[in-house]
């Protein structure tokens, strides 16, 4: 399995970030895993952003206010993420990952670097 | 918020060193806890679940312990490519949370 993260590398302030998750190997449908966003500020440690289960549902951080939205696309097997009113504070490298109930974190994505600047 | 506390920041080591590396948490955890591995350039990279059950995969050498509040990674012997920064996240209640990480560094 193999998790891909794409969108823009640059973002200016107020506006919104975009991303994407492409899962390929397996089926983004499957019960036994949930779907999630990390990042990491530079220099910083890692903040979960929110996950997505396959029907939907999902959890976010409260941290992100409600400037976050996580959807899934299972006829692309793919997710995505949207961060609303983006700020330098913003800045980071975005992950996503697949997550079992039971146990955790177990694949990610390489990580795309996100900056918020005018 | 579940704040999970690791101890120490930084940790400096030698090949063939034991590593031993504390994760505190606010309030009880059970055994919902994870260790991740993170190399410089690199996505983490699941270590332990549960407390002490070992990914697939990730070498006999790690090892994890504890319950509730208290919470310990154990490298029994530093290989030169455990060098990293170590995070424990738990699992018990939402939101998901991270330590602030543990750098094992070469002395």
């Known amino acids: 399995l193999q998790l891909q993260e794409s969108g823009p590398g640059l973002v200016k302030p107020s506006e919104t970030l975009s991303l994407t998750c492409a899962v390929s190997?397996?089926?983004?449908?499957?019960?036994?895993?949930?779907w999630g966003w990390v990042r990491q500020s530079p220099g910083k440690g890692l903040e979960w952003i929110g996950s997505?289960?396959?029907?939907?549902?999902?959890y976010n951080n409260p941290s992100l206010k409600s400037r976050v939205t996580i959807s899934i696309d299972t006829s692309k097997n793919q997710f995505s993420l949207k961060v609303r009113s983006m700020t330098a504070a913003d800045t980071a490298v975005y992950y996503c990952a697949r997550a079992l109930f039971s146990v955790g974190m177990d694949v990610w994505g390489q990580g795309t670097t996100v900056t918020v600047s005018s | 918020e579940i704040v999970l506390t690791q101890s120490p920041a930084t940790l400096s080591l030698s090949p063939g060193e034991r590593a031993t590396l504390s994760c505190r948490a606010s309030q009880s955890l059970s055994s919902y806890l994870a260790w991740y591995q993170q190399k410089p350039g690199q996505a983490p990279r699941l270590l332990i679940y549960d407390a002490s059950t070992r990914a697939t995969g990730i070498p006999d050498r790690f090892s994890g312990s504890g319950s509730g509040t208290d919470f310990t990674l154990t490298i029994s012997s530093l290989e030169p490519e455990d060098f990293a920064v170590f995070y424990c996240?738990?699992?018990?209640?939402?939101?998901?949370?991270f330590g602030g990480g543990t750098k094992v560094e070469i002395k």
């Open positions: 996240q738990q699992r018990r209640n939402w939101p998901l949370t």
């Open positions: 190997g397996g089926s983004i449908s499957s019960s036994a895993y949930y």
């Open positions: 997505i289960y396959y029907s939907g549902t999902t």
